[in-house]
């Protein structure tokens, strides 16, 4: 019987339907020597070479040009843990990204676990079909564990999209909203709502980025983030340790009040008249999926630049603007790792595809700007080389 919830006359299912990707050959399979070339005897050659010289796999099969999208279905877009089958078609969707913006193919890999250990000993086993692994949708805290212990074991690229790919976008627009504004990074105070994922990688790609880390407030669901918070463990003592120089107290209202910037990545509402408090001329990024933190049209009311992760509103911060570039650069590069280096790079190539025709409804490409991924990962594949992490 079909699900209830399934209406077969809607559009989305419509296109879902038999799923949103396929296999297809990259070679002709016409003939018995196109068989023999393509498959035995012939490939037993090719193997023997790469068993001989495991780096001719790069030349000679797709890891050149291909990642793994992993989940474990605990953290899926706004719908948090649904699990790994209710997963795949936002990873199907992550690798039609992928394909189409910048010519990476991309498998869906949904692991029917959320134990740490299992996760990185699956992707550990998998990682020699795949030239990089793109960490999708894993809650936090896990996701820094699992990211840490893969970029470790690995000798390709690790990414989680959800971390990076956000606070890379994000640097983009802030730097070209404070160019707007004739303002520079290291002036800007900045408050943070939410010290997730994305919250923790924002803060340190913003401070990577030229943002002072004494003018940058972070807060969580108990409050601002501080050395005051004794019970703080892990990437939240961090945060700790090295922003809030001031010692604030209090929620969000607090960390607010005369700010210049918003950087919401949180879920939760926060009131107008805690954005009433920012300083005069300031920025809102209300980034929750549907429903930002702060209404862009309430924003507005009292800041000079809003932006959403919203397709309706101008200003949409969207990872597509950098994951696809990202990966294409490094694959490009047979970069080991993903550096700090080339995510700045990256950020960098973003912004300036825009940078000479800034408005405060644009600080950032459109999502379906063909400029984007490849000034992406021209600039990514040079960091990588420039980082010393390239073998090409």
């Not at 070209?176 to 994305?198: F, P, Q, W």
């Amino acid at each position: 019987m079909p699900s209830s919830t399934v209406d077969p006359a809607d559009p989305v299912f419509q296109l879902h339907r038999g799923g949103k990707m396929a296999v297809t050959s990259t070679v002709p399979l016409t003939s018995r020597e196109d068989l023999s070339l393509a498959y035995t005897p012939g490939v037993a050659r090719v193997c023997e070479a790469i068993a001989a010289d495991p780096a001719l796999a790069d030349d000679y099969t797709w890891v050149s040009h291909t990642v793994a999208v992993v989940t474990d279905g605990s953290a899926v877009l706004g719908l948090g843990n649904i699990g790994p089958r209710a997963a795949l078609p936002v990873m199907e969707g992550k690798a039609v990204l992928f394909k189409q913006f910048a010519g990476v193919d991309a498998v869906p890999v949904c692991l029917d676990t959320q134990d740490v250990d299992e996760i990185v000993a699956v992707v550990r086993a998998l990682a020699p079909s795949f030239g990089g692994i793109n960490l999708e949708d894993i809650s936090a805290p896990r996701c820094f564990e699992v990211e840490r212990r893969l970029d470790e074991a690995l000798d390709i690229p690790v990414f989680h999209d959800d971390q990076h790919g956000t606070a890379i976008v994000v640097l983009a627009a802030l730097r070209n909203a404070a160019t707007l504004l004739n303002r520079k990074l290291g002036d800007l105070r900045v408050a943070v709502s939410g010290a997730g994922a994305a919250g923790v990688a924002v803060t340190k790609m913003l401070i990577a980025g030229g943002v002072n880390p004494d003018q940058v407030v972070v807060c969580d669901s108990k409050g601002i983030i501080g050395r005051h918070r004794t019970e703080l463990t892990g990437t939240k003592a961090e945060l700790a340790a090295s922003t809030n120089a001031d010692g604030r107290h209090g929620d969000i209202t607090e960390a607010l009040r005369g700010a210049d910037v918003l950087i919401g990545v949180s879920g939760g509402q926060i009131p107008e008249a805690a954005v009433a408090g920012m300083a005069p001329g300031g920025i809102v990024f209300a980034l929750a999926n549907p429903t930002p933190e702060v209404h862009p049209e309430v924003a507005a009311r009292h800041v000079a630049v809003v932006a959403t992760g919203r397709s309706d509103y101008p200003n949409q911060i969207n990872n597509v603007l950098a994951f696809p570039g990202v990966f294409r650069g490094a694959l490009d590069a047979r970069a080991t790792r993903i550096t700090e280096g080339m995510k700045i790079a990256a950020a960098d190539a973003i912004a300036g595809v825009v940078a000479e025709s800034l408005t405060a409804d644009a600080i950032v490409p459109s999502p379906l700007d063909p400029r984007v991924a490849p000034a992406v990962a021209e600039a990514v594949a040079e960091a990588a080389r420039r980082d010393g992490v390239a073998r090409r």
